[in-house]
């Protein structure tokens, strides 16, 4: 199974039915034109299929190893690693003032995607540096930053975040680590004691030094989230101008279902000296920087492992021999039809095809509006790109990896018994593709924080960023014929999707478990909702260019894009419909089942 690039359909997204150009305009990004990107995502699509692809099977077959509190990546990540360290990889969004290229998050996005799709567990080192640098730079002092985020930048040193505890998953009120003030250190350390599971990138022989966030209470602190702050401890510190060792130590690794390359460790700390970042008792604050982030990236894994299942099954389905076309034979110099002739097989590839193309749309919009909300001279663009990237953030983590998941599925089941083969690599990217539903705040809790949260943020404020460019696109585009194959079914399912919030609102005030009962369903019928608003603009975009000439290449891409808008709007759209009706249905065949019974 090959992984390529897909640095045509990057283009598109991000340049054609979005104005990627703008982010030159955006001050500090001037660099970011478009050739720049282009050959900065040419030269990542290089790695990513001589350098990553090959070591992603091999890497998942010997895993990483512990032994005497240190650990092994597998054979092949460490010269990776330092490869794309040495080109400046890790630091690609980073500020050039700590040594960084200074790219917006929108490349980093795309070259994020591209990573994933490759080899996963490899991502995920670079990924976790990037999130503790964000963290850092955010809410750390000057003196914090001046001290971490070189390293960070340059890729010597990585980052992890430390919130989960045996006692405390999802519930990080519970958190019991401790932090204590070190009263005769000059530079205002503290000592942790606790100890972290699940830690991603928690130990490993990438980097000469590792730098924890995490997540501890201080002796006065108040119970619950309200008591938690963040501290940077690192694994080494820095004493007399020597690296020693600090009390953080790896007590075990996690022996998982997927993603064996990257190592999942259980973190001790005892006596670590460590830092605050931001304001005691507002850890959370700080924390959320890097999960934020941590699950936009992790949206797209889902969208990447699906676009890699896609391609490894395509390849397959053209190559695989077996019988005959229903309507006769396709090829019949050969003793069997290539599988790709069967309808079922197509509905599957349509189907894969039609979900990552909608991912990386959406991927591509919200990314955007990350880079204005930042960067944007106009405050008031400001305050709209982040209110739309944060109300779209648990959307597309929640629904890309559901859905990337079953995507991924799909593609083992067009290999037949072969995908379910380790040989073959399609069963790897399915065994991946699940933990993305669980890290970063499961999928459900994504969902709860989408109704519970960002549904009545700001009076509706967020909503409003989505419902009214989306109703205004509608509005516009109902008198174009050509596109009333594309506009009617997508308008029906944005009319479900109104009157399901507004239903939500009002039975949720009257009982919160109407609003938890139905949250997972009614964030599933907001991506295909979204998606289907994405694939109707896209269809006008592919409209556009035909009218205007395009033609060879060109020409086919837009035409494909035509034929997968169609497919996406009769056969996957329709399910908006059985959403609709399970959210009403209320909480009752849920919440009435006798509990004993169970």
């Not at 340049?15 to 001050?27: K, V």
Request: proline share 4%; aromatic share 10%; hydrophobic share 40%.
């Amino acid at each position: 199974m090959e992984y390529k690039a897909p640095l045509r359909d990057l283009r598109f997204a991000y340049y054609e039915l979005f104005d990627g150009a703008s982010l030159a305009e955006l001050p500090g990004y001037e660099e970011a034109t478009p050739d720049l990107v282009e050959s900065v995502l040419e030269e990542m699509g290089k790695i990513a299929t001589e350098v990553l692809q090959p070591i992603n099977s091999t890497g998942d077959e010997e895993g990483c190893t512990f032994k005497d509190g240190d650990v092994k990546t597998p054979e092949g990540f460490k010269e990776a690693y330092d490869l794309l360290r040495e080109g400046g990889w890790v630091g690609l969004s980073c500020r050039p003032e700590y040594g960084g290229m200074g790219m917006p998050h929108t490349v980093n996005m795309m070259v994020s995607e591209l990573l994933c799709a490759s080899n996963l567990s490899f991502a995920m080192y670079i990924g976790l540096t990037n999130g503790a640098y964000a963290a850092l730079d955010h809410h750390a002092t000057d003196e914090l930053k001046d001290r971490f985020q070189p390293k960070l930048t340059e890729g010597s040193w990585a980052g992890t975040m430390c919130l989960t505890e045996p006692q405390a998953g999802t519930d990080l009120g519970l958190v019991s680590t401790k932090a204590v003030p070190i009263e005769d250190r000059a530079d205002g350390g503290y000592r942790i004691n606790g100890t972290k599971i699940f830690v991603s990138a928690g130990e490993h022989d990438l980097t000469e030094n590792i730098i924890h966030l995490i997540l501890a209470r201080l002796p006065d602190a108040p119970e619950g989230i309200k008591g938690i702050s963040m501290f940077v401890v690192p694994k080494l510190r820095e004493e007399d101008g020597k690296l020693v060792p600090n009390g953080a130590t790896c007590g075990s690794i996690e022996h998982k279902m997927g993603i064996k390359g990257s190592s999942t460790c259980v973190i001790n700390f005892d006596d670590s000296i460590g830092y605050l970042v931001g304001e005691a008792n507002k850890g959370m604050r700080a924390m959320f920087t890097m999960m934020n982030a941590a699950r936009l990236h992790v949206g797209v894994q889902g969208l990447a492992l699906s676009d890699a299942a896609y391609q490894g099954a395509v390849q397959f389905a053209r190559e695989r021999l077996q019988g005959r076309a229903l309507t006769g034979a396709k090829y019949p110099d050969q003793e069997a039809d290539p599988i790709i002739v069967h309808p079922d097989v197509r509905r599957m590839l349509l189907s894969m095809r039609a979900f990552t193309e909608g991912a990386r749309a959406l991927t591509a919009w919200a990314a955007l509006e990350i880079d204005h909300s930042e960067a944007s001279a106009d405050p008031e663009r400001r305050v709209e790109g982040d209110d739309l990237a944060s109300l779209l953030t648990p959307v597309i983590k929640a629904f890309q990896t559901d859905l990337g998941f079953e995507m991924a599925n799909l593609g083992m089941q067009v290999c037949g018994g072969y995908g379910y083969t380790h040989e073959y690599g399609m069963e790897q990217l399915v065994r991946d593709a699940r933990i993305t539903q669980i890290y970063e705040g499961t999928n459900g809790i994504q969902a709860l924080d989408l109704v519970g949260r960002k549904l009545g943020a700001h009076f509706g404020r967020y909503l409003r960023r989505f419902f009214h460019p989306v109703n205004a696109f509608f509005e516009a585009e109902a008198g174009n014929a050509e596109l009333e194959e594309f506009i009617a079914p997508a308008y029906k399912a944005f009319g479900r999707l109104q009157r399901a919030t507004a239903w939500l609102a009002e039975q949720g005030m009257k009982n919160p478990e109407e609003a938890g009962a139905a949250a997972s369903d009614y964030l599933h019928l907001f991506g295909y909702t979204a998606f289907a608003y994405l694939w109707a603009k896209t269809a006008k975009v592919a409209q556009e260019k035909l009218a205007a000439g395009a033609s060879g290449d060109d020409a086919k891409f837009y035409e494909a894009k035509l034929h997968t808008a169609r497919y996406y709007m009769q056969r996957m759209l329709p399910k908006s419909g059985a959403l609709f009706g399970t959210i009403m249905t209320g909480r009752k065949p849920i919440m009435e089942f006798p509990e004993e019974a169970f």
